[in-house]
């Protein structure tokens, strides 16, 4: 193929862009505009030109997805993962119907750095702090550099521990005694985080595990795994353990929330989903659910 070498005049630059020609002498003179001044005269490499209008024509795009995505109402969801969420949206939609929820399962700890990168209007998490006996709190201090620009709303409390093909698993000491093969979370999930403080607390090397380098993103994976044969162990929700027909046994109530920023929580979509939490619809569902405790749903928590 050719490649394009023609060189433009002012005039037929702007003819090109279908703009006036003092804009072209304008932008040409801002940097914005690919162009050379030759002896006192601009001059325009049409192949530059046409890459300049590509580049505009996708910001143009880009901005029109925004602004309807504003326009539909949509509420864009990241973090943990859990099967109450999944059922949530439609009950959410049936409620709201002119409302959008999309949500994507990327861990507690990721959720919170997207939603300070700005990808997302609600991050989900229940990661627990040991040494200060928190939720989120202390982990939302590391992530953002104005903690108090944030408001976290309380979605559930929920059972974790292990979901198992035995039912005599009560700690790592049992998953190697019995040679039990261990299906992990992924990295930066409040289920890898408790993962790692048992084995710490434990003193048990992740090496002595079988599985431990095997990672999955949701629970239903981790049951999935195991009702497959492909694992015999792994931490979960006592409801989706219920559900795959698995022994479980707890290990700890946690605390399951959401996180906003203050300036955008009495924005009409983050408003809409709150006041969804705190219907009757919702706490219906959690109401038939193992394992789930609605105590705080819908309330403002507060660092301890």
Partial sequence: MKENTELLTAKEAADFLKINEKKVYTLAQGGKLPGTKV???WIFPKAELETFLRRKAQESVRKSFFEAMINKKVVLICG?????MYMAQGLFHKRHPEFTLFSSSVGSGEGLKLLKDGFCHIALSHLFDHPTGDFNFPFITTVFE??????VINLFYRNIGFASTVDSVTSFH????????FINRQNYSGIRTLTDHLLETEKVDSKNI????NEVYTHHDVTRH???GNADVGIAAESVAGYAGLCFTKIFEER????TYKDTFFDQNIQVFVEFLRSEEFSAL???MTGYNSRDTGNVMYAK
């Fill in 210 to 213: 079988r599985g431990y380098e």
């Fill in 146 to 151: 104005n903690p108090g620009s944030l408001v």
């Fill in 39 to 41: 002896t006192g005269k």
């Fill in 226 to 228: 195991i009702v497959n």
């Fill in 286 to 288: 959690l109401n038939t």
């Fill in 174 to 181: 049992d998953i190697i005694s019995q040679d039990l093969r």
């Fill in 256 to 259: 399951f929330d959401m996180v």
């Fill in 80 to 84: 943990s993962d859990d099967p109450i």
